[in-house]
């Protein structure tokens, strides 16, 4: 079958020909429409990412759309290795596949779930976010930070917040999202909406940027009445992979700070959310700007680092 290889580390993956997959027990061999290109994509062919595989050889791609067996089409999660997404077909657990709703593009379906995925599974499973509550979303300004304002809006928060470093982005979100843009003014604005109440962040970036955040909602704490909780999720760090943390902020203060991601949520939880998240699409009308090239283009496709929308490689 055609398919992108990744022969070695660090490079961009080749084109070319790739022995096609079996389907064993629980297993499915989906034929591929759509697979989007993301930054952990990237990560894991790079052999930077956490979960990277420990050799090369082996198909790039997490996700996409495609048909089963029995003709439907499907969302997928984490193909087995070495057959990733980027091929004709993908061999997948047959409890990784969920159900694209109809009348849901392929390459929408794959776009939004790859770029809506992560705020819908920080909120929902590990913030445990009820409708009322407000969300600031650090890093708003990427496809997936854009997607969480409409992600936070269908669940019912009734205040958000975004931050971002790009002011021309920022000032391109609903009217009804307060922004921040990241400059050497943030800190007092930070200050002042912490003041007024956050209950959940959701950071795309740590860095400098999680430091100043940090700071903005720890600063003169230590109510002896106990202060609000803040659930504090982490999910990128494009900014920066390690912050310095006081002691005395997280002691002083409702601070709570989680991961989301592979290990901190389980294979059941992201495909979980997948299937929710798709069948929220029609009503919800989440969308993202996407990008579609040839699997062939897999070269050209690497080398396109916009933040604007969102790359889906088409077999």
Excluded at 36 to 47: Q, Y
Excluded at 159 to 183: F, H, Q, W
Excluded at 239 to 257: C, D, Q
Aim: glycine share 10%; net charge negative.
């Amino acid at each position: 079958m055609r398919a992108a290889i990744v022969s070695t580390f660090g490079s961009p993956p080749v084109f070319g020909e790739y022995d096609e997959p079996e389907a064993g027990e629980g297993e499915v061999v989906v034929n591929v429409r759509a697979a989007p290109l993301s930054p952990i994509v990237k990560s894991l062919a790079a052999g930077k990412h956490y979960a990277s595989s420990t050799a090369a050889g082996f198909v790039p791609g997490i996700d996409g759309v495609g048909i089963d067996p029995n003709g439907q089409r499907v969302y997928f999660l984490f193909p087995k290795p070495p057959f990733g997404s980027m091929a004709e077909k993908a061999l997948i657990a047959t409890t990784s596949v969920v159900r694209v709703p109809d009348g849901v593009a392929d390459e929408r379906a794959a776009a939004v779930v790859t770029a809506g995925l992560s705020s819908w599974v920080a909120l929902k499973s590990r913030a445990h976010f009820r409708a009322g509550e407000t969300v600031l979303i650090n890093g708003a300004t990427g496809s997936a930070g854009a997607l969480a304002v409409q992600v936070a809006t269908h669940l019912g928060a009734t205040r958000i917040v975004a931050t971002g470093r790009n002011e021309a982005k920022l000032a391109s979100l609903p009217d009804a999202v307060e922004k921040i843009p990241l400059d050497q003014n943030a800190d007092e604005a930070l200050r002042r909406i912490f003041s007024e109440g956050i209950d959940v962040v959701l950071d795309y970036l740590w860095g400098d940027p999680a430091s100043r955040v940090i700071a903005a909602a720890t600063i003169n704490r230590g109510s002896f009445n106990g202060e609000q909780r803040l659930r504090y999720v982490q999910i990128g760090s494009i900014a920066g992979g390690s912050i310095a943390i006081s002691a005395h902020s997280l002691r002083s203060s409702g601070l709570e700070i989680l991961g989301s991601g592979i290990g901190s949520l389980s294979m059941g939880e992201l495909v979980a959310g997948a299937g929710q998240l798709l069948e929220a699409i029609p009503t919800a009308g989440f969308d993202t700007p996407v990008k579609t090239l040839p699997l062939s283009a897999v070269a050209e496709a690497w080398e396109d680092h916009a933040e604007d929308y969102r790359l889906v490689l088409c077999p």
